[in-house]
């Protein structure tokens, strides 16, 4: 199943596999496509992943997380990310954008000594950074960062967007009743806490029609006290199908929850799909695909997750890292990841690129 060919929106997928949006640190200084990101997802395409969605690529100046992430603020970066798609499509790979603004977990060091904005001005124990509660005025403009980006996504190239709504970044901050303490239009219950979102969605179909799919990465469950849980989590994902979204990548965690979105030490098949039980509540109740991701490392349990019926596709990032062509391996009869899940790969601050940094 994990090799046949699939149809994601009007998007035809030679096989199951995604590669999980995964920051590479590899675009330049001023966030623009460089020669070493090229090369390193023509090496995901020629490996033969059904679906490449990149690394998180920044909509707006003020949600910088993380150095050298690429950038799509303006019109000048089209040029580039354009012969990356180019590039990616040369070798048959399809390709999909994800657009991040990075709110309370931005470091102020990253944003020239400015405090990082979010809906509500709510501690993150894990940063130890307050961050500034945004105006109304602030929140239209980066709904309208979001809608720019997905025209300039298009006119790039790409075969589809992908909203990250997950993690803790922005997005996933307005829908959580943890981070949004807001009382106005964007916040409140959990239909005003869908508003930022629902606007983004909106205003994007609006500027760029039904040309390519857009997906989003969400969050099964926050894991923090007064956060998300998987059944809030399914009502919004049901407000998204009505909407029309074409997939949701299921998730989970935030900074402050501690190592719940990249889990260490995946070596047994037990401990491997960890939102699978999520994946397959959203599976049962919606009729759109659903993508899961987390510590997937085999074959075996891959295919098991979709012969359940548990997601339509499955999603990797650490095992890609450390084997862009591993979806070719899996298909000549190679069963299990070599990734052992250490995070190495995940020391953003000292590594000069992402990288897997495992000794063997
Ligand atoms: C080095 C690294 C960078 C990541 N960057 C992103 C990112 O840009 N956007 C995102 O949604 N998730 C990001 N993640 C999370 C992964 O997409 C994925 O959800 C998580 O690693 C669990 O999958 P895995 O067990 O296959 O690694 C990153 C993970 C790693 C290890």
């Known amino acids: ?142 709904i309208d960062a979001f809608v720019s980006a997905a025209r300039r996504s298009v006119e790039a190239g790409f075969d589809g967007i992908q909203i990250h709504g997950a993690h803790g970044y922005l997005v996933n901050e307005f829908l959580s009743p943890h981070t949004n303490r807001r009382t106005d239009y964007w916040g409140g219950d959990e239909e005003r806490r ?5 606007e983004i969605y909106e205003l994007m179909r609006k500027e760029i029609g039904y040309s390519v799919p857009i997906i989003i990465k969400m969050n099964a469950d926050d894991y923090v006290d007064r956060g998300l849980t998987q059944y809030d989590s399914l009502k919004i994902a049901l407000r998204l199908q009505s909407l029309g979204i074409n997939a949701i990548e299921v998730s989970g965690g935030m900074y402050e929850s501690g190592n719940k979105t990249v889990r260490l030490n995946i070596l047994q098949p037990e401990q491997e799909a960890y939102f699978r039980s999520s994946a397959g509540l959203f599976k049962q109740e919606l009729n759109i695909p659903v993508i899961l991701v987390g510590g997937i490392r085999s074959k075996t349990v891959a295919e098991d997750v979709l012969h359940k019926n548990e997601a339509d596709l499955i999603a990797l990032a650490r095992p890609l890292i450390r084997e862009p062509d591993l979806p070719l391996k899996f298909q000549h009869g ?16 000292k590594l000069e690129v992402v990288k897997c940094t495992q000794l063997q």
């Open 334 to 349: 190679k069963d299990k990841s070599d990734c052992i899940s250490c995070n190495g790969c995940m020391r953003f601050f």
């Open 194 to 198: 869908f508003h930022f979102l629902e």
């Open 1 to 142: 199943m994990l090799f046949e060919e699939y149809n994601l929106a009007d998007v035809k997928l030679k096989n199951r596999l995604v590669r999980s949006a995964t920051y590479e640190k590899r675009a330049d200084i001023d966030g623009f496509v460089t020669d070493s990101i090229i090369e390193f997802y023509c090496d995901l395409a020629k490996g033969g992943v059904g679906l490449i969605i990149t690394g998180n690529v920044l909509v707006h100046v003020s949600g910088i997380s993380v150095p050298n992430m690429l950038c799509i603020h303006n019109d000048y970066y089209i040029k580039k990310l354009k012969l990356l798609t180019d590039s990616v499509h040369n070798y048959g790979g399809k390709i999909f954008i994800q657009l991040v603004h990075g709110g309370r977990q931005c470091f102020p060091s990253l944003l020239g000594g400015q405090s990082p904005i979010a809906p509500s001005a709510v501690y993150d124990p894990s940063t130890k950074i307050t961050p500034r509660e945004m105006s109304n005025e602030e929140i239209l403009e980066i």
